[in-house]
């Protein structure tokens, strides 16, 4: 059974930081690529971030490029993303996300909200 667990948001001023993790369990972790999401009030939910499954690729939307890091840690089957220099407009429900061939998993999602 696939389960992805996110944790680690919360309240933060703009400009401020916000490590998120995502627990994963259930498939072949180490083979696989890993992808962040987020969804904003009232709009679509949109891509963030991926990494290959060795961690050696990464790959960034343009509107956090260079202010958020995507990295994972194949022992302990996590994927982070470290969000520096938030702004208001990062605020969303942010998830993981796996592409298996036996279907789409996403996480619960966790909530960060950027407000002074």
């Known amino acids: 059974q696939v389960q992805l667990v996110e944790s680690g948001g919360g309240l933060v001023q703009p400009g401020g930081s916000l490590t998120l993790s995502c627990a994963t369990s259930g498939f072949s972790f180490g083979d696989t690529a890993m992808n962040w999401y987020r969804q904003a009030p009232g709009k679509r939910r949109e891509y963030v971030a991926s990494?290959?499954?060795?961690?050696?690729?990464?790959n960034y939307a343009a509107s956090v490029k260079g202010r958020f890091t995507i990295s994972r840690d194949n022992v302990k089957n996590m994927v982070y993303l470290q969000m520096d220099g938030l702004k208001f407009e990062d605020t969303a429900v942010y998830y993981c996300k796996v592409v298996l061939r036996r279907g789409d998993y996403w996480g619960q999602g966790t909530q960060v909200t950027v407000s002074s």
């Open positions: 990494i290959g499954a060795t961690g050696g690729s990464t």
